[in-house]
Nanobody, 125 residues
């Protein structure tokens, strides 16, 4: 059974930074693309960023230039560095694992089969 555990959320002022981490259990982590999604109250879950098994990165337009996704396969961990945070970035952030090995990242939540429990990010104005 695969488990994903996020950490690093919190309360930060606008313009500040946070780094989220997601540790995955199980083998062959390196063969899967990983994604970060977020969900604000009353809104649908939306794509934030993803990284392929080979390290290619993809971002939502709303976070491009401010967020950076990376991975450390030796630690089975994917990161989301968030800079220049805005109040509209406030949401619960989830990491997720792509459904199949060696697949390219997907911007739709349906393309991921394992999800973490989420970590709250709150940006005050």
């Amino acid at each position: 059974q695969v488990q994903l555990v996020e950490s690093g959320g919190g309360l930060v002022q606008a313009g500040g930074s946070l780094r989220l981490s997601c540790v995955a259990s199980g083998r062959i982590f390196s063969s899967y693309a990983m994604g970060w999604f977020r969900q604000a109250p009353g809104k649908e879950r939306e794509f934030v960023a993803a990284i392929s098994w080979s390290g290619s990165t993809y971002y939502a337009d709303s976070v491009k230039g401010r967020f950076t996704i990376s991975r450390d396969n030796a630690k089975n961990t994917v990161y989301l560095q968030m800079n220049s945070l805005k109040p509209e970035d406030t949401a619960v952030y989830y990491c997720a694992r792509r459904t199949t090995t060696l697949a390219t990242p997907n911007t739709r939540a349906g393309g991921y089969d394992y999800w973490g429990q989420g970590t709250q990010v709150t940006v005050s104005s």
